[in-house]
């Protein structure tokens, strides 16, 4: 008999082993960080999610639980190029091996490939894929091509013209300095 899971409290172990399968779709305005970096911008878009888990038998060992997870979003954004709106499409496809506890984990982080988390009996999914969508935010969100004209030059006429047109600090000094001179 197939159980039931819970995303926002998942048995992990139980999930891989039955071979589950979840699948979400919800407001951004209900992943509260990822609809922060938006200044509360498109909070009706959807994050889309699923999520699949697997006990792969490793020979002379224990069952290996695996998560494997997809999950998209196209969070609005401010371009930092043109500082026009900029729609950012996020995609994660991560597969996570969980093991017995924080410290196996810490052990095993450095050697493994694999994305490496703790076993939990209420794991939250949910908080999983905004962790994975967040992590996969761009540093500098921009676009390809901005849709206007971005001035790119460290000059400005009007401003190296006024600069000119003031009167050097130190030109008083070098005209006493002149006179004294004489």
Request: aromatic fraction near 6%; charged fraction near 20%; glycine fraction near 0%.
């Given at each position: 008999m197939s159980k039931e899971f819970v995303a926002d409290r998942l048995d992990v172990v139980g999930f891989a082993r039955e071979g589950g399968t979840l699948q979400g779709r919800e407001a951004l305005r209900q992943r509260t960080r990822l609809l922060d970096e938006t200044q509360g911008q498109g909070a009706e878009l959807p994050v889309q999610w699923a999520a699949r888990g697997e006990a792969v038998a490793v020979t002379g060992g224990d069952?290996?639980?695996?998560?494997?997870?997809?999950?998209?979003?196209?969070?609005?954004?401010?371009?930092?190029?043109?500082?026009?709106?900029?729609?950012?499409?996020?995609?994660?496809?991560?597969?996570?091996?969980?093991?017995?506890?924080?410290?196996?984990?810490?052990?095993?982080?450095?050697?493994?490939e694999e994305d490496l988390l703790a076993i939990s009996q209420d794991f939250d999914l949910t908080q999983l894929v905004e962790d994975e969508l967040l992590m996969e935010m761009p540093a500098v969100p921009r676009h390809d091509v901005c849709p206007v004209e971005v001035k790119l030059v460290a000059t400005d006429e009007a401003f190296d013209a006024q600069e000119a047109a003031r009167p050097h600090p130190f030109a008083a000094l070098q005209k006493l300095k002149a006179d004294k001179g004489n």
């Open positions: 069952l290996q639980i695996w998560l494997h997870l997809k999950a998209s979003a196209v969070l609005p954004l401010t371009c930092q190029r043109c500082l026009a709106p900029v729609d950012v499409t996020l995609t994660v496809d991560r597969s996570f091996r969980f093991v017995a506890d924080e410290a196996t984990a810490m052990a095993q982080d450095d050697e493994s």
